[in-house]
Each structure stands twice: as structure tokens, then as C-alpha cells.
């Protein structure tokens, strides 16, 4: 059984930084692609990063230069460094897997975990 767990959203000020971390489980870590979404309130879900199996990232333009993923293949887990946070990146943010390709649509990916809140007040 697949599973993702995410950790680290929490309240922060604009400009401020976090760390997202998504611990996965119970399938080939190494061979998946690995992403982050977003979804804020009355919003849809939203792509914001993906990383291939050999560390190759794809960012949507709304948080190039701010955010960086990562992951470690050998602790099976993904990272998502945010900084300079705006207010409009106030989300519940996703971590998402799918097999070899990397893809911006939701709907592509059949892994998600439950999320973590980021809340960011100006």
C-alpha cells in the first residue's frame, strides 16, 4: 500500500521560509516521479513542482526562483525549500507520485498525500 506523508507547513510572514518534506512508502521510490501541488481555498489543485527519479526539476513559473525540491532516493523521501513565501502562497500543499514521466496536471498522478497546511501572513 502506497502511502505519502507530509510534514513541515506551519504559519510564517511574508518573506519567510519553510521546509515541506513528504515520506513515502510502499512502492519503487526510486523509479517515481515525485511532485508537489497546491490547492487553496475555492481554488483548484494546483501544480507547483516535480523532480524525475534522477533529480531533474520541473517548477511552474509562479514559484521559479523561490522554491527548490529535491529528493533522496535512499530515505524515500521529497522536499520542497520555500522561500521569500507571498501571501498568494497560502495553500494546502500536496505531495504527489507517478510513475516515469513528469506531468502538471493533477489528474496524472495516482499517489497523494493528505497535505500540510501553509499559511502566510502579510
Known amino acids: 500500500q502506497v502511502q505519502l506523508v507530509e510534514s513541515g507547513g506551519g504559519l510564517v510572514q511574508a518573506g519567510g521560509s519553510l521546509r515541506l518534506s513528504c515520506a513515502a512508502s510502499?512502492?519503487?521510490?526510486?523509479?517515481?516521479?515525485m511532485a508537489w501541488f497546491r490547492q487553496a481555498p475555492g481554488k483548484e489543485r494546483e501544480f507547483v513542482a516535480a523532480?524525475?527519479?534522477?533529480?531533474?526539476?520541473t517548477y511552474s513559473d509562479s514559484v521559479k526562483g523561490r522554491f527548490t525540491i529535491s529528493r533522496d532516493n535512499a530515505k524515500n523521501t521529497v522536499s520542497l525549500q520555500v522561500n521569500s513565501l507571498k501571501a498568494e502562497d497560502t495553500a494546502v500543499y500536496y505531495c504527489?507520485?507517478?510513475?516515469?514521466?513528469?506531468?502538471?496536471?493533477?489528474?496524472?498522478?495516482?499517489?497523494w498525500g493528505l497535505g500540510t497546511q501553509v499559511a502566510v501572513t502579510s
Open positions: 510502499g512502492h519503487p521510490f526510486s523509479t517515481a516521479v
Open positions: 504527489a507520485s507517478k510513475p516515469q514521466v513528469v506531468a502538471t496536471t493533477a489528474a496524472e498522478y495516482g499517489y
Open positions: 523532480i524525475t527519479r534522477s533529480g531533474t526539476p
